[in-house]
C-alpha cells in the first residue's frame, strides 16, 4: 500500500487548507481512510476518519472546522480543513486500514501544515 499526501503549506489564523491523499489501492472503497497529525513535541493524534460507508468521525479539537471525503474513483480521500488556527500545525499523515483486517494500518510520508499566528 502507498499512501501520497498533498496540500500542506503555510497559512495565516482563520485560513484554509485541502489536503488530500492517493492510495494505490485496487480496492480501495473497502478501506476505511483517515488523517492524523503530530505537533513538535507531541505524540501523533487521529483528527478524522472516513469509513467506506462515508460514516466520518472527528476529533473533538477540529470537529466544525475541519471535513474528511473520499472519491473512491479516484482513490483519494481529502481533509477540507477551514479556521485554522496554530495549534492545527503539525505534521500531517494519511493512513489506510481494511476492513478485513482492523488492526492493520498502512501510513503515507506526512504533509506538513504550518498555521502562523
Known amino acids: 500500500v502507498q499512501l501520497q499526501a498533498s496540500g500542506g503549506g503555510l497559512v495565516q489564523a482563520g485560513g484554509s487548507l485541502r489536503l488530500s491523499c492517493a492510495a494505490s489501492?485496487?480496492?480501495?472503497?473497502?478501506?476505511?481512510m483517515g488523517w492524523s497529525r503530530q505537533a513538535p513535541g507531541k505524540e501523533r493524534e487521529s483528527v478524522a476518519g472516513?469509513?467506506?460507508?462515508?460514516?466520518?468521525n472527528y476529533a473533538d479539537s477540529v470537529k466544525g472546522r475541519f471535513t474528511i471525503s473520499r472519491d473512491n474513483a479516484k482513490n483519494t480521500v481529502y481533509l477540507q480543513m477551514d479556521s485554522l488556527e496554530p495549534e492545527d500545525t503539525g505534521v500531517y499523515y494519511c493512513?489506510?486500514?481494511?476492513?478485513?483486517?482492523?488492526?492493520?494500518?498502512?501510513w503515507g510520508q506526512g504533509t506538513l501544515v504550518t498555521v502562523s499566528s
Open positions: 493512513k489506510a486500514r481494511p476492513n478485513w483486517n482492523p488492526n492493520y494500518y498502512s
Open positions: 489501492l485496487s480496492t480501495f472503497s473497502s478501506y476505511f
Open positions: 472516513i469509513m467506506s460507508s462515508g460514516r466520518t
